[in-house]
């Protein structure tokens, strides 16, 4: 009796130490020190030739405990190869590390692989699982991927960090960006009824200065880099740019506001509003076998500066306002449409995924030669502005100067 309960003891004690041997560690474990931290990678291709261009981080250099030598926080690894994974371990020629993508916050496409196509560099980050999908992608405009990675910038020492953190807060304060990670844009082109849309990037002033250490020890640094309106896809081909109204019309019509401002002329002046809550809603019905899209945008905006002699304080001025800037939001969204339709020729807007969503039937019917049928839609643009506050005074400066 006592002799089977030590049995059973035993072989309790022993089968989870058992199970636990598989898991005493990890196979493929990397230490810190054996890998070359990347933040920022830029694909360029000329020829047949991938050139990858990798934006190490360099540690003794950020180490908080560790003073530095006052030289570059990163370092720039390159190599060119047939494909994106040969090139990536061809730069172990260069590299004292293995290049680690894992901790990716940017992606830049050159505007040349953009308009030959990404298809297959999109096709290694789908298969690759030690990369992840959240990071930003973005297309360099006028230049290569390259040139954009060998700027230093100021307040962020690492670019990588600057370039993420500018178009995360520029999406959530401005409007003409967007934020697309590598997940949004595989899918994006992989799926029929709406296109892809990556930010653009570009260099502002003395390229060549921006390379060096110095650019960041003036005020206002030679080279800058900023975003610049939208690069619009046809499924892994770059065909055009939108303009900066047509990029805040698109914004619009996707639901991409969290927070915009803009102006109208008002009485011999501009009132300056700001958006503080924008929300979208896209309808669709049929008409004679034909798709008819009714875009609603709901608008809650604040007057932040009057330099007009309207009395914002008044009713009627205000009235006067809202519809103003209604007028304004719809002028905006038919920009981003007449774009669509009749110069770029790529559904941005998702007007097919709409038609696939609410209408399958008619969708069957009309998916094949989508991008040209787009010219033929009919869109009704429409906008309801509420103005929340108004300051704190009615009149503007210049008023209050003249009434003295």
């Not at 990858?52 to 390159?78: C, D, F, H, M, W």
């Not at 680690?100 to 789908?126: C, T």
């Not at 959530?172 to 949004?184: A, F, I, L, N």
Request: glycine share 8%; net charge neutral; aromatic share 6%.
């Amino acid at each position: 009796m006592i002799e089977g309960c030590l049995k059973r003891l035993v072989i309790g004690l022993l089968c989870p130490l058992l199970i636990c041997l598989p898991l005493s560690g990890c196979w493929d474990r990397r230490e810190l020190n054996e890998l070359a931290l990347t933040l920022a990678l830029g694909i360029d291709k000329s020829g047949d030739q991938y050139t990858l261009s990798a934006q190490v981080v360099v540690p003794a250099e950020i180490a908080a405990n560790i003073g530095g030598t006052g030289a570059s926080p990163v370092t720039l690894y390159q190599a060119s190869a047939p494909t994106v994974f040969e090139a990536l371990r061809k730069m172990t020629i260069g590299s004292p590390r293995r290049v680690y993508l894992a901790h990716l916050r940017i992606l830049i496409f050159g505007e040349q692989l953009a308009r030959e196509g990404i298809g297959d560099v999109l096709d290694f980050f789908n298969r690759e699982p030690r990369v992840r999908g959240n990071f930003f992608v973005m297309v360099a405009k006028g230049m290569e991927a390259q040139e954009a990675l060998k700027v230093t910038t100021s307040l962020e020492r690492i670019p990588a960090n600057k370039l993420y953190n500018s178009l995360t807060v520029s999406n959530g304060y401005y409007s003409p960006t967007s934020t697309v990670d590598m997940r949004e844009l595989i899918n994006r082109v992989i799926q029929s009824g709406k296109e892809a849309v990556l930010t653009g990037l570009t260099l502002e002033g003395d390229d060549k200065m921006g390379e060096d250490v110095k650019n960041i020890s003036k005020v206002l640094p030679p080279a800058r880099l900023s975003y610049h309106n939208l690069a619009v896809f046809r499924k892994d081909k770059l065909v055009g740019w939108l303009g900066e109204d047509e990029s805040k019309g698109y914004n619009y019509i996707t639901n991409q506001i969290q927070n915009s401002v803009g102006h109208i002329k008002m009485d011999g002046g501009k009132t300056l509003l700001e958006a503080t809550n924008s929300r979208t809603r896209i309808s669709v019905s049929e008409k004679n076998g034909k798709p008819v899209f009714d875009i609603h945008v709901k608008n809650t905006v604040n007057v932040d500066d009057n330099s007009s002699t309207a009395d914002v304080t008044e009713m009627e001025t205000l009235h006067r306002i809202e519809r103003e800037s209604e007028e304004k939001i719809i002028q905006l969204m038919n920009a981003a449409i007449e774009a669509e339709k009749h110069r770029l020729h790529s559904d941005i807007l998702g007007f097919g995924e709409e038609i696939a969503r609410h209408k399958p039937r008619l969708w069957k019917t009309l998916k094949n030669g989508w991008n040209g049928r787009l010219e033929e839609l009919e869109v009704n643009c429409h906008a309801k502005v509420h103005i929340n506050r108004i300051g704190t005074s009615g009149h503007s400066v210049k008023q209050f100067m003249e009434e003295e």
